[in-house]
């Protein structure tokens, strides 16, 4: 895994020392983007840039008044706290049954940088927020958990779904984001070359997903860039008779004329469905391998997915785009999903990540081969702590 030195420099250096990434403004134009080193590895590590559809002033207001967060967050029931100087303390009660009392503390270190720390874990995360031109907020947050002590509210996903640690983590940090944030109401930014070369150089150093919520339904989209062959990849996802031994979230899958059948479930639900697949390569050789429910628990109008293949020097090129609603063909997902909408972002986000993480073969080839690959540091030296739905603590 790259140190997380290493990503901060990247992602974050350039962007403190002067103008704001047009990378990331152009990546973060339909939604969020989230970056994830290595997949099912603990303690968890990952990125996520969004940007606000206000100023970095009133986003930094926002974070900083805990008891205006129950208007901004679904899963708040209460929030209490006190402030001395630029520190708040406060108190939090989620509306999901035995969740525990949440206890933290944000420090206002400088403007537009916040840190939210848990005072049971001493662990913490941080915001940095930059103001862009035309008056909205990029948001960077970093994401890392402490070993061996997961937050209450991924201790709760977890318990429910023991394989759901890095969407868990995500979808808390991505709730927390968009409270603060409201991405979705901030101008929409058609993505450019320069967002393109960061997803790109981001797909050879792990996984990257871009989230689009321009549609009634948010579509992932996960690219990584592997040490494998074409071939390899290609014959490793048509191999559908083999999913369920190689990702928890397919329970049993198999071909069957031109379509599928399949069996996905976790959090305690399940769906069974068929789908039509279908083939075709463009003149550029580019491999496409699209799915689409055709009956059982998931129809048409639930979403597919699709798989684009590209051979490129040393390896290969894969994306998953991934807008299947697997959720409400079962009564189990669906009461749960709609208990705490971080339960819906969670189960999509551990179906995407499981697919593309435990599907395709091959260590990550980077664009970039002066970064170099190295043991991370202890959590505590450089990274944050992973973000709650409302700040450190989930």
């Known amino acids: 895994m790259l140190t997380a030195v290493a990503l901060l420099v990247t992602l974050h250096g350039p962007a403190a020392a002067g103008p704001p990434s047009r ?3 152009e990546a973060t134009g339909r939604g969020e983007v989230l970056f994830l080193p290595r997949h099912h590895v603990q303690p ?8 606000a559809a206000t100023s970095c002033l009133a986003v930094e207001s926002a974070m900083l008044d805990p008891e205006r967060w129950p208007k901004i967050f679904e ?7 006190t402030r001395t100087g630029d520190t708040v303390r406060y108190e939090l009660d989620l509306t999901v049954a035995f969740s525990p009392t949440i206890h933290g503390v944000i420090t206002r270190m400088e403007p537009g940088r916040l840190r939210f720390s848990d005072v049971e874990t001493k662990a913490y995360s941080e915001y940095t927020l930059e103001d862009l031109p035309d008056g909205t907020c990029l948001s960077r947050y970093s994401v890392v958990e402490e070993q061996g002590r997961s937050s209450g509210w991924v201790g709760i996903i977890k318990g429910l779904e023991a394989t759901a640690g890095d969407a868990g983590n995500f979808a808390a940090a991505i709730s927390s984001s968009r409270g603060f944030s409201r991405p979705e109401r901030a101008p929409r930014v058609t993505p450019g070359r320069a967002g393109e070369q960061l997803l790109d150089e981001l797909a050879g150093r792990g996984t990257v997903v871009s989230i689009d919520r321009s549609g009634r339904r948010p579509v992932y989209v996960l690219r990584r860039r592997v040490a494998a062959s074409f071939d390899e990849v290609t014959r490793a996802l048509r191999d559908r008779a083999t999913y369920a031994r190689r990702t928890a979230v397919v329970r049993s899958s198999a071909g069957k004329g031109g379509g599928a059948e399949y069996a996905m479930g976790g959090f305690g639900g399940r ?19 699209e799915e689409t429910p055709a009956s059982g628990d998931l129809q048409v109008d639930d979403g597919g997915w699709r798989w684009r293949v590209n051979s490129v020097d040393g390896g290969a090129e894969v994306e998953l785009r991934f807008g299947c609603d697997v959720i409400d063909g079962s009564l ?22 499981s697919l593309v993480g435990d599907l395709v073969p091959g260590r990550p080839l980077p664009l970039s081969p002066a970064v170099v690959a190295s043991p991370p540091p202890p959590a505590t030296a450089v990274v944050e702590r992973s973000g709650s739905a409302v700040g450190a603590g989930h």
Do not use: Q
């Open 23 to 25: 990378g990331l403004v």
């Open 332 to 353: 189990v997902l669906k009461t749960v999903a709609n208990t705490d909408p971080i339960a819906r972002e969670s189960f999509m986000l551990h179906v995407a990540l």
């Open 44 to 51: 968890f590590v990952g990125w996520v840039y969004s940007r």
């Open 75 to 81: 899963n708040l029931k209460r929030a209490r706290a």
């Open 271 to 289: 769906v069974n469905f068929t789908t039509t697949v279908r083939e075709a390569v463009d003149a550029a050789g580019v491999l496409s391998i």
